[in-house]
């Protein structure tokens, strides 16, 4: 059974300052993590190869990581090396700077098929970054697999893999035949620490191979980005001290518009 | 010169960080109050390969090196003084003894459990007599047949009610002294003969314990000698010259997190109707505390990566540890001030930090040995000896 | 009102039309989420960005019905300012199937060229988008907050949050045709109902495979047991104070942070009532929390326990004291009793 994880690398958002009042982004400390959608998806990969036969690498599972990025997210790779997967590859050449959505699932499907093509994809709902959220759906449709997505239970056999996914207002149980590509929900699947031993063995004994443009079979149509990026804004300043009075059902009229106008409630 | 850290430890780095805020910190305030050691803690280190960072992974450890084990323990000082505690000693002074004077059978047998985590490690040096004068310890070893027949009490042995291995410092030859009459031997706890006797009750770190040892004709195989035989001074003055590396890596995560949490109160706390880190009286604290941390930091990391390229470091270790331990006192010292009535009151973390730090000056070698050991290293190319 | 006297000026406009946005794609669609025989809230939102996107443009909004005995539901979609309804009613699509709604929708894509077109962001929407746009070959501006047109070069604009909320982006999709958005439910204005519209409501037929979809729904109402979140990394904390009164105010804070799928916290206060544990004081003594919404309930906010909720990014109080030090600190000040705003709130929430 061979799993493969397509991960991003994201900025560090611990070392951003958003200045809502000055619209700008400030860049404290410029440091790369792997992304936590990422991470969970590795973790729901892993919890499954260990569910099938307790982690033993001989059994034939195993669980690859695969990486879109600037030559530096080979530190992303290393970490989910070092949580368990069995193989981890870059891709990276300055022609896929630009890529947008629509690029960068070309080129993920282009190295999926030269990694072979495996009988599930496990990917992250969204990242932690643009948050778009269409890789994993969209690789499915490339390759022409079942998918899955925001799923919050996994489990995986011979020729199926079941799942419990958001559905409407709550959640649904499904099964679809492999070969199938599915995306996780972070918050179902926190992700384990490395051990020790595999962090320091994963910058020193595993090798990371590193394709480029002329590594794979991409067009230049593959390459030009559907979408352009327009503007990057902010949202207004967060303003304190904002009183709101008056009868209990009103007021919580008022504050339910108010929050969801914030995004932070649905 | 290059200051970066390998790529595999600021990895390791980020995984400590998390352990450390995630299963140490939630229990570092019960700790100190029941007056417990937190074994999940423990356990939760050993499934991650914690209790062997410094050591090769084919004696079961991580492979992390002294500069890995530095940022454990400043990962950890930064969060719980008493786990760092329990953690450094198995790791820095029992089991790091048998690293460096271990034949390979012993580390075989002992070492690799250790550095799993397995089994938890002691150092028994220490006795009621025999403290910062350690050639006066009276616990005897006498030869009988193949084995030798320990008797004694030593007294503050980290983690000594709770070691499966301890390593025990005993006089085979009273007449010879400190150079030639004192032996280290790997005990083990379940011995007939080894017992425990009382607990301290003490001021700080309370989430570990400290115990007096009881030896009582515990009969040790001469295959448990640690070292050479005689020469068991030479062999805890080795594990004791690197341990202080790591003891000054505690000191600098647990000043680096009073730092941090004396800047988080003077942000917020408001007196004269503005936040208190506007005043000078409180930034320029703040400040001194920052530029003593970074001269400790450089301090530490250097010094690991010397014991890490094996070169001397005897000097270097020991000011790891004189002055980690005294910028921890200074730090956290400022910070309770900056708390003001805040950092006097046991709901807060800050007094325990306080509590815990004061040990720092006293353990592991006084900071009046230190200086000696700093001395005594800076007149010996003069041919002049310094006395204890 | 029947509209399509319309249709000989709109045709009228198509040969400018054709030339500015390529290929001849026009008019905007919404591709609406029949639920048990009625619309979620989400496809009314998506209507009235659309008719909003249309009359800027001056085209038509075709609503798009994919599924199995829905027919009746395409009236519904005039009253919200569809012009038009296309519905593919098919026993093959009575349950959702990413590959036979894709083939479908596609389908319906090629014959009738669509310029742009709107999903609901819902589980379904965000499933069958970015499938129907990779066979679609397009671009797919998702969990848009936003909508807007460039009418200088006719081109949809989609804005939504990034870097978790703290900035958005604003896209467009020059060239590739249909542009395609999922619209973040909750995030529009639901449009006025007007039961006098009316619209043309044809059925369409399209190809699809008689192979039954791969997807096997197991039960449509299963239940996930979620790993517990601690409160340091909560996105949502809610917090009670003495304020609350007793237990059975407390009460109403727990289950108002059930509601919101929070965290519950409180002062140091409410841990002396004991009505929290130790590990929930959010302040001096406690926890640290950096939530996106804090909700202090009848706590007066001292710098004890306000200095542990610095970092949240919205801070809601409910407080009777107009004085009280959380009243200014807070980005939200409701001042009244929580033993009665919150109950109002669990009800708003409901509607």
């Known amino acids: ?266 | 010169m290059d200051f970066s850290f390998p790529k595999e430890h600021e990895l390791f780095r980020r995984m400590a960080r998390e352990f450390a805020e995630t299963e140490v910190k939630p229990r570092a305030k019960a700790i100190d109050r029941e007056h417990r050691v937190p074994h999940e803690t423990v356990k939760a280190a050993a499934r991650l390969g914690l209790m062997g960072v410094p050591f090769p992974q084919k004696y079961g450890g991580m492979g992390g090196g002294e500069t890995g084990y530095c940022i454990l323990m400043e990962e950890l000082g930064r969060v719980c003084t008493s786990t760092t505690t329990v953690i450094g000693a198995h790791i820095g002074i029992a089991a790091m003894s048998i690293y460096l004077d271990g034949t390979e059978e012993q580390k075989m047998k002992y070492l690799v459990p250790l550095a799993q985590g397995r089994a938890i490690g002691a150092f028994g040096l220490t006795e009621a007599q025999a403290g910062s004068d350690a050639a006066a310890i009276k616990t005897t070893a006498v030869r009988d047949g193949n084995e030798f027949v320990l008797n004694g009490a030593k007294v503050f042995i980290t983690n000594g009610d709770i070691a499966d291995t301890i390593v025990i410092m005993a006089v085979t030859d009273p007449a010879l002294g400190a150079y030639g009459g004192i032996t280290a031997f790997i005990v083990e706890t379940e011995w007939p003969g080894f017992s425990i006797g009382s607990l301290e009750n003490k001021m700080g770190i309370r989430g570990s314990s400290t115990a007096e040892c009881v030896l009582q004709d515990v009969r040790v195989p001469q295959e448990n000698i640690l070292g050479q035989f005689g020469a068991g001074f030479l062999t805890f003055m080795k594990s004791l010259d690197v341990g202080r590396a790591s003891l000054g890596a505690g000191c600098l995560g647990g000043a680096w997190a009073a730092l941090e949490a004396s800047m988080q109160w003077a942000r917020a706390r408001e007196q004269f109707g503005v936040p208190i880190a506007t005043k000078q009286s409180i930034y320029f604290m703040i400040a001194d505390m920052a530029a003593e941390i970074e001269a400790l930091r450089s301090l530490v990391y250097r010094t690991a990566w010397m014991i890490d390229t094996g070169q001397p470091h005897i000097l270097e270790a020991a000011a790891c540890k004189l002055f980690g331990s005294e910028v921890a006192h200074r730090c956290i010292d400022k910070a309770v001030q900056i708390h003001g009535a805040l950092g006097y009151s046991r709901d807060y973390e800050i007094e325990r930090g306080w509590r815990d730090q004061r040990i720092t000056e006293i353990y592991e070698g006084t900071n009046e040995i230190q200086r000696i050991v700093i001395a005594a290293n800076l007149f010996r190319p003069y041919g002049m000896r310094i006395p204890t | 009102m029947d509209f399509s006297y319309l249709d000989d000026w709109m045709e009228e406009e198509a040969g400018e039309a054709i030339e500015e946005v390529g290929e001849g794609y026009r008019h905007v669609w919404v591709l609406a989420e029949p639920a048990g025989g009625a619309f979620l809230p989400a496809t009314f939102e998506a209507m009235g960005q659309a008719r909003q996107l249309a009359d800027q443009i001056g085209v038509y909004v075709y609503g798009v019905l994919l599924g199995s005995s829905i027919e009746p539901l395409g009236q519904e979609l005039a009253a919200y300012g569809a012009d038009k309804v296309l519905v593919v009613d098919d026993p093959r699509l009575a349950e959702y199937q990413p590959e036979t709604y894709t083939q479908a929708a596609a389908e319906l894509v090629d014959r009738y060229h669509p310029e742009i077109l709107l999903l609901p962001g819902t589980p379904l929407g965000n499933d069958l988008a970015p499938r129907l746009a990779q066979r679609l070959d397009t671009g797919l501006m998702s969990h848009c907050s936003e909508l807007g047109i460039d009418l200088a070069e006719r081109l949809l604009q989609g804005t939504f949050p990034v870097f978790g909320g703290e900035m958005h982006h604003t896209v467009t999709c020059p060239q590739a045709r249909p542009q395609i958005a999922t619209l973040e439910p909750g995030s529009f204005r639901i449009p006025y109902q007007d039961t006098y519209r009316s619209a043309e409501v044809q059925q369409v037929d399209v190809e699809l495979s008689d192979a039954s979809g791969p997807l096997q729904w197991l039960d449509l109402d299963a239940t996930v047991a979620l790993p517990p979140v601690p409160l340091a990394k909560a996105r949502i904390v809610v917090a009670a104070g003495r304020g609350m009164g007793d237990a059975e105010g407390f009460a109403l804070v727990a289950e108002l942070a059930r509601a919101l799928g929070g965290v519950v916290a409180g002062s140091r206060g409410a841990f002396d009532e004991g009505w929290i544990a130790e590990e929930q004081i959010v302040g001096v003594g406690g926890e640290f929390v950096a939530p996106d919404l804090y909700v202090a309930c009848g706590i007066s906010g001292d710098v004890y326990h306000y200095f542990g909720l610095q970092d949240a990014r919205f801070v809601l109080a409910i407080n009777p004291d107009e004085n009280a030090p959380i009243v200014k600190l807070a980005n939200m000040a409701i001042i009244g009793d929580a033993r009665q705003v919150i109950p109002a709130w669990l009800e708003a929430l409901a509607d």
């Open chain 1, 1 to 266: 059974m061979k799993i493969i994880v397509p991960i991003k690398q994201i900025l560090d958002p611990s070392g951003i300052t958003f200045r809502r009042d000055k619209e700008r982004m400030f860049i404290n400390r410029e440091e790369y993590i792997l992304d936590p959608g990422s991470k969970a998806a590795l973790e729901a990969a892993l919890r499954l190869k260990e569910q099938a036969d307790g982690g033993a690498s001989e059994s034939g599972w195993s669980v690859v990581a695969l990486a879109l990025g600037e030559p530096h997210a080979d530190d992303a790779l290393r970490e989910a090396l070092a949580m368990g997967c069995d193989a981890a590859y870059l891709v990276t050449d300055p022609a896929f700077k630009d890529a947008d959505i629509s690029v960068t699932v070309q080129i993920l499907a282009a190295a999926i098929d030269k990694l072979g093509r495996p009988d599930l994809i496990v990917a992250g709902r969204e990242s932690g970054d643009t948050g778009a959220g269409q890789v994993g759906a969209r690789l499915a449709e490339a390759l022409d697999y079942a998918g899955i997505t925001d799923v919050y239970a996994l489990a995986v056999d011979r020729s199926s893999v079941r799942a419990t996914r958001r559905w409407g207002t709550g959640y649904a149980a499904v099964r679809a035949p492999l070969p199938a590509a599915v995306t996780v929900a972070p918050e179902a699947f926190p992700p384990r620490l490395p051990h020790g031993a595999r962090i320091m063995s994963a910058y020193r004994e595993w090798d990371v191979p590193v394709w480029g443009l002329e590594d794979l079979d991409l067009t230049e149509a593959d390459l030009s980005p559907r979408l352009a990026l327009r503007r990057e804004g902010f949202p207004p300043p967060l303003e304190t001290g904002e009183v709101y009075r008056g009868d209990p059902d009103s007021v919580a009229q008022e504050l339910v518009i108010a929050l969801r106008l914030q995004k932070l409630i649905s």
